[in-house]
């Protein structure tokens, strides 16, 4: 695989760049330990030692509220809107390429979302080996901890200030050597990122599941009685969070609006979640996932059995964002799954 090496003075100039073709975003730091991808400006610092970025890249792809549908009511005819705005996301942990690659499988199943893939298509992605992990991930213990696609470029940092950078499509060596020629990456150099990556899984593996992940469909198949839906959802305050932050949940509401005028209006979708009690409503007042234990019971089902059985992966990648964002302390899939194994362990 091309390679190249990049000094850290290099970047500014780099950035620099690729602003005049795309709104670059980079890891930034909030403050409080909080971490954010926000866009670059001139004398930004790039916080490369972030943990996890606190909102999940899949607003880049599919905004909170979307419009899809303009129309005009007086003349009854109506278009579509696209909207791509041309963007680059530098410093992309692996976890979340594998959650993008994971939408872009899901999005594209049945019916191509054409909303979604006109952004999609709009975005280049500058991966970065993590220097740091959350307390509350367990990327590398569910396969997360590496990818070898979804990205244009993978950045390794081997020095204080020298990366090690992997190619991975035209696009991003074009877009590398924008600026100026680089040196090829040495056998040194080479085997400098592969040491960084090995360290990374290893600091990945602080929190891990207790077995294989492969076997999450089988443990959660058997567990649909277990107590642990019940005993968590008493807790839970069905207020969605664990799903707006999830980077793999996709669930959306299609609403219509008209303006004052009542002359034309716009169609959009905006976010929804499994974990929400009026997700499941429909006509007539009838719900069928009305109790918390079933929402409770289901998200983990579909993270742990109904996406795996669609493409062979499961819908959580660890990064731990949900655990954060809960303030019952009831959504942590590590914790949970290790627990419905531990119940089935015992059982036999």
């Known amino acids: 695989m091309t390679a190249y090496t990049v000094q850290m003075e290099q970047l500014p100039k780099l950035c620099a760049t690729w602003s005049a073709q795309y709104g670059v975003h980079v890891p930034m730091a909030l403050g409080n330990g909080f971490y954010d991808f926000a866009p670059w400006r001139p004398g930004a610092e790039i916080a490369f030692e972030y943990d996890v970025a606190y909102n999940s890249l899949k607003r880049f792809f599919m905004p909170p509220r979307e419009d899809m549908v303009a129309f005009d009511v007086q003349s009854c005819t109506a278009s579509p809107v696209f909207a791509a705005p041309p963007t680059l996301l530098f410093g992309v942990h692996p976890y979340d390429i594998k959650a993008v690659t994971q939408l872009d499988q899901l999005m594209e199943a049945v019916s191509l979302d054409q909303n979604y893939f006109s952004r999609r298509d709009a975005v280049v992605i500058f991966a970065l080996t993590p220097l740091a992990v959350a307390d509350t991930a367990f990327w590398a213990s569910v396969g997360a901890d590496k990818v070898d696609r979804g990205y244009d470029l993978y950045w390794t940092k081997t020095g204080p200030g020298t990366f090690h950078v992997e190619v991975g499509s035209g696009k991003g060596e074009e877009l590398l050597l924008a600026a100026?020629?680089?040196?090829?990456?040495?056998?040194?150099?080479?085997?400098?990122?592969?040491?960084?990556?090995?360290?990374?899984?290893?600091?990945?593996?602080?929190?891990?599941?207790?077995?294989?992940?492969?076997?999450?469909?089988?443990?959660?198949?058997?567990?649909?009685?277990?107590?642990?839906?019940?005993?968590?959802?008493?807790?839970?305050?069905?207020?969605?969070?664990?799903?707006?932050?999830?980077?793999?949940?996709?669930?959306?509401?299609?609403?219509?609006?008209?303006?004052?005028?009542?002359?034309?209006?716009?169609?959009?979708?905006?976010?929804?979640?499994?974990?929400?009690?009026?997700?499941?409503?429909?006509?007539?007042?009838?719900?069928?996932?009305?109790?918390?234990?079933?929402?409770?019971?289901?998200?983990?089902?579909?993270?742990?059995?109904?996406?795996?059985?669609?493409i062979g992966e499961l819908g959580c990648v660890g990064c731990g964002r949900c655990v954060r964002a809960c303030t019952s302390k009831i959504a942590d899939p590590c914790a949970i799954f290790n627990t419905l194994w531990e119940e089935r362990r015992h059982e036999i």
């Open 180 to 310: 100026g020629p680089l040196p090829p990456a040495t056998a040194g150099s080479r085997e400098a990122a592969r040491k960084a990556q090995v360290r990374a899984t290893k600091l990945g593996l602080s929190r891990k599941l207790l077995y294989d992940w492969h076997e999450t469909p089988h443990v959660l198949e058997r567990s649909w009685n277990s107590s642990v839906w019940h005993r968590k959802a008493e807790k839970c305050l069905a207020c969605g969070s664990c799903n707006i932050v999830c980077p793999t949940c996709y669930c959306f509401d299609i609403r219509e609006e008209v303006d004052e005028s009542l002359k034309t209006g716009r169609r959009f979708r905006e976010w929804d979640g499994c974990m929400l009690s009026g997700f499941a409503l429909v006509a007539g007042g009838h719900n069928f996932r009305a109790q918390a234990a079933e929402r409770y019971r289901h998200r983990y089902m579909r993270k742990g059995k109904y996406i795996f059985d669609k």
